[in-house]
Nanobody
């Protein structure tokens, strides 16, 4: 029903910036919530940020609060994650996810659709 494709990953130095994008296609609706999750090898998947498709009700994990910003673009079919002041511990595969709901969730098992992910590597 919904296809998600991430882009924008790559290599950055500590203190640098990267901008990730999640493009949605298929049956999308204004009630969808879009979330970003990340997972490093040997670690559990963790919540990063989420936003309503309408552009409001933002939510951030404590580990990225003040450094990352989630937003939607003018086309209203792409959600971006601006990552500033990057740290080596931000290194992970970043995935976007979607669920048709009005309520933002930090739980990965409450999201129905997932992208393949994009690698982010931060060197010191």
């Amino acid at each position: 029903q919904v296809q998600l494709v991430e882009s924008g990953g790559g290599l950055a130095q500590a203190g640098g910036s990267l901008r990730l994008s999640c493009a949605a296609s298929g049956r999308t609706f204004s009630t969808y919530v879009m979330g970003w999750f990340r997972q490093a090898p040997g670690k559990e998947r963790e919540f990063v940020a989420a936003i309503k498709w309408s552009g409001g009700s933002r939510l951030y994990a404590d580990a990225v609060k003040g450094r990352f910003t989630i937003s939607r673009d003018n086309a209203k079919n792409t959600v971006d994650l601006q990552m500033n002041s990057l740290k080596p511990e931000d290194t992970a595969v970043y995935c976007c996810a979607a669920v048709s709901t009005l309520y933002i969730s930090r739980r990965s098992d409450e999201y129905d659709y997932w992208g393949q992910g994009t690698q982010v590597t931060v060197s010191s």
